[in-house]
């Protein structure tokens, strides 16, 4: 009984890779959160692997920690090892990425990327009234929260095409050389510069930004998504006209709030899937960012 003992205020947070700015902040955020509850965590670095990722979700349920919050570093891969948790009778809650094949996860914990699509969809129509031509760099294919994104694009759009025309569309892959190479492409096939080049992510907005700068244009509007701290930086010095903030470390934080009701007096969240709301950050609301403190 006694290593049971000895875990039994313990609570492991995993993430993909802390070779991610983006998963550094999440495990910070989990960190503070869970030690504000009381409880001492178990730091674990998926380091990109899966089989580690795996590991240290073996290794904490012979601990016998009393709860695991995750981002898991691939959906399918990481589902036996968070099956073994459920079945071990810990307590999971996922944040950012969602498990759905794994029965018994006590909640999820994401933005809504439909959403976020959308809201950059309705920032193109607020800055352009009169309608605008639009190049839009959509995510890896077959990732969620691409599909999602662009859906929330073409909900906005698709209905006024009309006055909004998507003049080319292609994935650049989430990558910022990708995303400087297809908007390059883009550029030259174009009889003239479009008003607007939207991102599904910050990396790709970036590269593009490039592009448009190594054309020697100005006055295109670009719009980015994850609100990191060098598309702030942009955002404030006119580089990038906006970003969309999906709050990664209220996600974080709320995964824990989630996990130690349930620990402390099995309180159950009254939605499985708890979705955070993102929202497009400009010059005009800056300071509502949560990563402007990381900002250079």
């Known amino acids: 009984m006694s290593s049971v003992a000895l875990a039994a205020d313990k609570i492991l947070a995993s993430v993909p ?20 509850q009381g409880f001492e965590v178990v730091e674990s670095d998926g380091q990109v692997s899966s089989p580690k990722q795996t590991a240290d979700i073996e290794a904490a349920i012979t601990q ?32 950012d990425r969602r498990v759905a094949q794994v029965e018994g996860i006590l909640a999820h914990v994401g933005a809504d990327n439909v959403k976020g699509g959308e809201a950059q969809g309705n920032l193109i129509v607020s800055m352009f009234p009169d309608g605008a031509t639009i190049i839009n760099l959509q995510g890896q294919s077959g990732a969620s ?56 992510n ?8 490039e ?4 054309r020697g244009l100005s006055g295109i509007a670009i719009i980015g998504f994850d609100a990191l701290p060098e ?3 942009q955002v404030r010095d006119g580089g990038l006209t906006a970003t969309i903030e999906q709050f ?24 499985k899937v708890l979705l955070i709301t993102p929202v497009a950050i400009t010059k005009d609301n800056l300071n509502t960012a949560e990563r402007l403190g990381e900002v250079k």
């Open 17 to 36: 890779g802390l070779s991610f700015p983006f998963f550094v902040h999440m495990m910070n955020a989990f960190k503070a959160e869970i030690a504000k």
């Open 64 to 95: 016998g920690v009393k709860g695991i919050v995750i981002s898991p570093n691939e959906v399918d891969a990481m589902a036996p090892a968070l099956q073994q948790a459920v079945e071990a009778g810990i307590p999971v809650v996922t944040v």
């Open 145 to 200: 929260p691409a599909i999602d994104r662009n859906k929330g694009l073409h909900n906005v759009l698709d209905p006024l095409a009309d006055k909004y025309k998507i003049v080319f569309e292609q994935t650049a892959g989430f990558a910022r050389d990708k995303g400087l190479s297809v908007t390059e492409a883009a550029l030259s096939g174009l009889a003239e510069p479009p008003k607007v080049i939207v991102a599904a």
């Open 202 to 209: 910050d990396d790709m907005a970036l590269g593009a930004m």
């Open 211 to 214: 592009a448009v700068k190594a």
């Open 231 to 233: 598309a702030l930086a």
């Open 248 to 271: 990664p470390g209220q996600q974080s934080a709320l995964g824990v709030q989630t996990l130690v009701a349930f620990l402390k007096d099995g309180t159950k969240p009254a939605e």
